[in-house]
């Protein structure tokens, strides 16, 4: 059973800390994705990295940094939590070929700083 | 730009009746349609997908859609809801060759007895 997985099912913590939420997946999957989500708003992808220490941005990186130095484990980085990045977390992963391959998601991190 | 755009919201119903979740997509080019169930407290799985050849595709859990691509749009379907179908639905569109995939709003699908 493929499955992909988050550190922390909630997480509450305080404006200005650094924050680290990590995903691992174990379908040596080469693309990995990291969304928010938000009521109304759907999914908005954050990072993603299609191999070992490479990344990209998607549309919504602002005051976020990922890190994947294992192709099984893709980190996202919270340099400074503010209240305004209070949402859900979703990681996912996929093979690289074909746009045709669904995503596989983790279970979502319910982040709050306060 | 891809965007896709979900009609509703919220879709309230009852328990075995009929319910259609309204997708639609803006593109110029061939795309792949995607529709994922997120139920509550969970990550999200794949319902079902369009990919080429009949426009009517069936998922998981009785679910199907159509792809219409005169209206680009990409409708889910299912004849008689149940209980456990309560959850979030999105609609999401990828380019070929691209890698991101463009979700929708979001229709969160509530069912009454």
């Known amino acids: 059973d493929v499955k992909v997985t988050q550190s922390s099912r909630y997480l509450v913590k305080r404006t200005g800390e650094k924050v680290f939420l990590e995903c691992v997946q174990d379908?040596?999957?080469?693309?990995m994705f990291w969304y928010r989500q938000d009521p109304g708003l759907g999914l908005r992808l954050i990072y993603f990295?299609?191999?070992?220490?490479?990344?990209e941005k998607g549309d919504i990186p602002e005051g976020y940094s990922v890190s994947r130095e294992k192709k099984e484990r893709f980190s996202l980085i919270l340099e400074s939590a503010s209240t305004n990045q209070t949402s859900m977390y979703l990681c996912?992963?996929?093979?690289?070929?074909?746009?045709?391959?669904?995503?596989?998601f983790g279970p979502g991190t319910r982040l709050t700083v306060l | 730009a891809q965007s896709v755009t979900q009609l509703d919201s919220q879709v309230p119903v009852f328990e075995e009746a009929p319910v259609e979740l309204r997708c639609n997509y803006s593109?110029?080019?061939?795309?792949?349609l995607f529709w994922y169930v997120q139920y509550p407290n969970q990550g999200l799985q794949l319902l079902l997908k369009?990919?080429?050849?009949?426009?009517l595709v069936k998922g998981i859990n009785g679910f199907e859609a159509e792809f219409n691509k005169s209206q680009t749009s990409f409708h889910l379907r299912k004849p008689s809801v149940h209980i456990s179908d309560t959850a979030e639905y999105f609609c999401?569109?990828?380019?070929?060759?691209?890698?991101?995939?463009?979700f929708g709003q979001g229709t969160r699908l509530t069912i009454n007895p």
């Open positions: 999401a569109v990828i380019r070929g060759g691209a890698q991101k995939l463009v």
């Open positions: 996912a992963s996929k093979p690289l070929q074909g746009a045709y391959n669904e995503q596989f």
């Open positions: 379908m040596d999957h080469e693309n």
């Open positions: 593109s110029s080019v061939s795309v792949y």
């Open positions: 369009y990919l080429s050849g009949s426009t």
């Open positions: 990295s299609y191999d070992v220490k490479m990344k």
